[in-house]
């Protein structure tokens, strides 16, 4: 199949490219770089271009003719996004709806939305599955639960298909070694662990330890990113089946705290690490879990990467490779 990877240069685009390229899949990157790598995009064919640029989004289209789009270019810092949310409703809202109605004009009828969490809000009850209520407390979460509005707009519209994967926390590398995280400025847990233990940076930072949790930090859950990227191309494969839009809540079912997340990667690296303690953050829920049952029941979904120490690992491979 043809698929459009916007933001395929980025964490989760790039493993998504190696994986369709790996798959036998046609695949076009189209990404700004304004996050992601050149060097990232492993196979296909490459595009620079904005998603601002209406122009550009037309010959993309008309040049490649994809059966279908996957999104993952999105601005997700949640700090940031509080302190410009024009950034990010300009970024993750409005120049989705460029890429929609270029899909509607050329008549692509099948997209893949990478969403979040962060549409849930604080959580009323865990593990969070899809019809618990979505009430974003950022304008991160809200400029994708208004995508995913929209998205039911445009289907009932235009008959424009979606699935909409809200992930939890994506972590992890490629095992092989060929791609990991690369955030500038990084605000992920366990690839800030990992450079305070390479001595890219000098401590971690643990926000808060009186959080109503067994050691007092707070859970999160991890999803390694192959994981991740198997739930996009069975949702990929069973939209084009069935023709039906879908949401799916990916993560691993299960949280580890901050504190288990340094153990592990004490374990794993076998190095102490420094840790500071800072004040709890405004917005930081106790526990951000997710249920995904209904993604393993649907799309016959089965992580493979659960465990903790093994997505260190493989993000450790990845670090000490950049490290030096």
Known sequence: MKVLVVGGAG???????????????????????????????????????DLADVAALDNVFKQYQPEA????????????????????????????LNLLNAM??????????????????????????????????????RSKWMVEQVLADYE?????????????N?????????LGERHEPETHLIPLVLQALSGRRPHISVFGRDYDTPDGTCIRDYIHIVDLCSAHLLALQ??????ESMRFNLGNGEGFSVQQVVAAAERVTGQ?????????????????????????????????????????????QWETKVAH
Not at 18 to 24: E, S
Not at 283 to 303: F, H, I, N
Request: proline share 5%.
């Open 11 to 49: 964490y989760i685009g790039s493993h998504m490219v190696k994986m369709l390229v790996d798959t036998g899949h046609e695949v076009v990157t189209f990404d700004n770089l304004s996050s992601g790598f050149r060097d990232a995009v492993l196979g296909g064919v490459f595009v620079q271009g």
């Open 156 to 168: 009932r519209a235009y008959g424009l298909k979606s699935v909409c994967l809200r992930y939890f």
């Open 104 to 141: 509607v004009k050329h008549q692509v009828k099948h997209f893949i939305f990478s969403s979040t969490a962060a549409v849930f809000g604080e959580p009323e009850y865990v593990p969070i599955d899809e019809v618990h209520a979505k009430n974003p407390l950022n304008p991160y979460g």
């Open 69 to 96: 789009v996957m999104h993952f270019a999105s601005y997700i810092q949640v700090g940031e996004s509080v302190q410009h949310p024009d950034k990010y409703y300009l970024n993750n809202f409005t120049n989705t």
């Open 238 to 243: 069973k939209l084009m089946e069935i023709g």
């Open 272 to 316: 102490k690490i420094k840790i500071v303690e800072g004040p709890r953050r405004e917005g930081d829920p106790a526990r951000l879990v997710a249920d995904a049952t209904l993604a393993k029941k649907v799309l016959g979904w089965q992580p493979v990467y659960t465990d903790l120490e093994t997505i260190i690992a493989h993000a450790w």
């Open 170 to 178: 994506a972590a992890g590398a490629d095992p092989s070694g060929l």
